[in-house]
C-alpha cells in the first residue's frame, strides 16, 4: 500500500498539475480537480494510517482504496482529459494498487472495469461533443454514430486501456514473483 503512495500518488500529482499548468483549464475546473485530488488524499492517507488499527478490515479497507483511487482517477480523467492527453494514465493506478495485495482475477477484474471506465467517459465525451452542434438537429442516435466513426480515436482508446490491462497483470505478476522469491529465502 505504502508503495502507492511513494510513486503513483506523486505521478498523479504531477500529472495533475502539468495538466492544470500547461493546459490552463476554466477557473472551476481547476478548482474541482484540487477539490477532488485533496479529499482521495485525506481519504487515502486516513485509510493507510488506520489500516493495522482495524486488523480484521484490513483487507477491505485495502480494497475500498482501490475503488477510491479508480473513482478519482474518473473524475479527473473527465474534469482534465479535454485538456490534457496524458490524463489516461491516472486509470493505472488502481490496477497497480490491486495487483500489490489482490489476486490476479481480481486484479484482472479491476484493469478491465478501469478500462472500461475510460472508454466510456470517451464515449460520453465523445458524443456530448457531437450534440453541440449549433443546429440543434442532432439526434443522439446520430451523436453516438458520429463518435463511434473516428476509427483513430477509438483505436488510441483502445490502445490504452488494453496497455491499462497488460500492465496490471504485468504489476501483478511482478508483486507475486517477489513474494515468491522472498518465500523461497526463508
Known sequence: MHILNYYFTPFAVILIFFAIFFSEPER??????????????????????????????????????????LVVSAALFYLLSSYWAPMWLLFLTAPAASAMYMKKWQVFATAVASSAIMMGIYLYKGVAFAMMDESGGVTLAAALKQALDNSQIWGMALTQAVFIIFFSMFTSAMAEMIVKVRDSNR
Open 28 to 69: 472551476s475546473v481547476t478548482y474541482a480537480s484540487f477539490g477532488i485530488l485533496a479529499a482521495a488524499f485525506v481519504a487515502t492517507y486516513w485509510l493507510g494510517k488506520n489500516v493495522y488499527r482495524f486488523m480484521r478490515w484490513s483487507r477491505h479497507i485495502r480494497a475500498v482504496t482501490v475503488w477510491i483511487n
